[in-house]
């Protein structure tokens, strides 16, 4: 219990930095220096930056020109701790390793800002799509780092991590490909390429069937309930990134869901 609470409170002030990339990054800013309102450009104190307790006390208003702050910047916050405290939680049940559970939640924190950015701006930022694939490539390496297997077999399972991301991006460099980039971002395409490293072959596949399924859901309610422009772009990323959350953490379920499904 005080290890989930510490994580939390943990994950509130990482998510108030992961914020700030996800605003930064996309728009070419450098994530040094103060932050600052939007609206009025004054740089925000230490005071106007204390997680949750800032947005209410201030009621969620710069308190510089009252300009409105958007609870989005609430929500990641409180989003990211709750993040961080399943992450650890379900790392621990289902690897029962330390460095692990660690890899996880620099892996989660990527995906946070990659979901932010993509919903705020439509792009995932280069520099979080190479440090996920660094990550990446050393959850891999754990075996090899603690001694477990040979480098000659280290080397043949890297060699296989990038073919797998390989094959599982073709789906997508297809579709950017065929529609020109109307269907599919360039960016959804190289993050594929780190979900099929990540998560190998048939559950990167999985995870890519996982997203397309969440994104059809959300289009359909978007563009026939809430009456949302047809004409309007809806980023897929952030399914593909929720797909990879699950098929992490849950592989052998889902797998095993599809199986009775599919037969295959």
């Given at each position: 219990?005080?290890?989930?609470?510490?994580?939390?409170?943990?994950?509130?002030?990482?998510?108030?930095?992961?914020?700030?990339?996800a605003d930064?990054?996309?728009?070419?800013?450098?994530?040094?220096?103060r932050?600052?309102?939007?609206?009025?450009?004054?740089?925000?104190?230490?005071?106007?930056?204390?997680?949750?307790?800032?947005?209410i006390?201030?009621?969620?208003?710069?308190?510089y020109?009252n300009?409105?702050?958007?609870?989005?910047?609430?929500?990641a916050?409180?989003g990211t701790?709750?993040?961080?405290?399943?992450?650890?939680?379900?790392?621990?049940?289902?690897?029962f390793?330390?460095?692990?559970?660690?890899?996880?939640?620099?892996?989660?924190?990527?995906?946070?800002?990659?979901?932010?950015?993509d919903?705020r701006?439509?792009?995932?930022?280069?520099?979080?799509q190479?440090?996920?694939?660094?990550f990446?490539a050393?959850?891999?390496?754990?075996?090899?780092?603690y001694?477990?297997?040979?480098?000659?077999?280290?080397?043949h399972?890297?060699i296989?991590?990038?073919?797998?991301?390989?094959?599982?991006m073709?789906?997508?460099?297809?579709?950017?490909?065929?529609?020109?980039?109307?269907?599919?971002?360039?960016g959804?395409?190289?993050?594929?390429?780190v979900v099929?490293m990540?998560l190998?072959?048939?559950?990167?596949?999985?995870?890519?069937?996982?997203?397309?399924?969440?994104?059809?859901?959300?289009?359909v309610?978007?563009?026939?309930?809430?009456?949302?422009?047809?004409?309007?772009a809806?980023p897929?990323g952030?399914?593909l990134?929720?797909?990879?959350?699950?098929?992490?953490?849950?592989?052998?379920?889902?797998?095993?869901?599809?199986?009775?499904?599919?037969?295959?």
């Amino acid at each position: 219990m005080l290890i989930s609470i510490w994580l939390f409170i943990i994950g509130l002030i990482f998510g108030s930095f992961l914020n700030v990339l996800a605003d930064r990054l996309p728009r070419g800013e450098t994530i040094l220096g103060r932050s600052k309102c939007e609206s009025c450009k004054h740089e925000l104190a230490w005071r106007d930056l204390i997680p949750i307790i800032s947005f209410i006390k201030l009621k969620g208003a710069c308190r510089y020109c009252n300009a409105s702050f958007s609870s989005q910047y609430l929500v990641a916050e409180i989003g990211t701790g709750a993040l961080f405290v399943l992450t650890w939680q379900l790392s621990q049940m289902n690897y029962f390793s330390l460095a692990q559970s660690i890899l996880s939640l620099g892996i989660v924190s990527t995906l946070i800002v990659m979901f932010f950015a993509d919903m705020r701006y439509k792009i995932i930022p280069d520099s979080m799509q190479v440090l996920l694939g660094l990550f990446v490539a050393l959850l891999h390496s754990l075996p090899f780092i603690y001694g477990n297997i040979e480098i000659s077999a280290y080397l043949h399972n890297f060699i296989r991590m990038i073919e797998n991301g390989l094959i599982v991006m073709i789906p997508l460099l297809v579709i950017f490909l065929v529609t020109r980039g109307r269907g599919m971002g360039f960016g959804d395409v190289k993050y594929s390429l780190v979900v099929g490293m990540m998560l190998g072959i048939w559950s990167g596949f999985t995870a890519l069937y996982i997203s397309f399924i969440l994104g059809g859901l959300v289009g359909v309610y978007l563009l026939f309930v809430m009456k949302m422009d047809r004409k309007k772009a809806i980023p897929f990323g952030p399914y593909l990134f929720i797909g990879t959350y699950i098929m992490y953490f849950f592989e052998p379920h889902i797998l095993l869901l599809m199986y009775q499904i599919y037969r295959f």
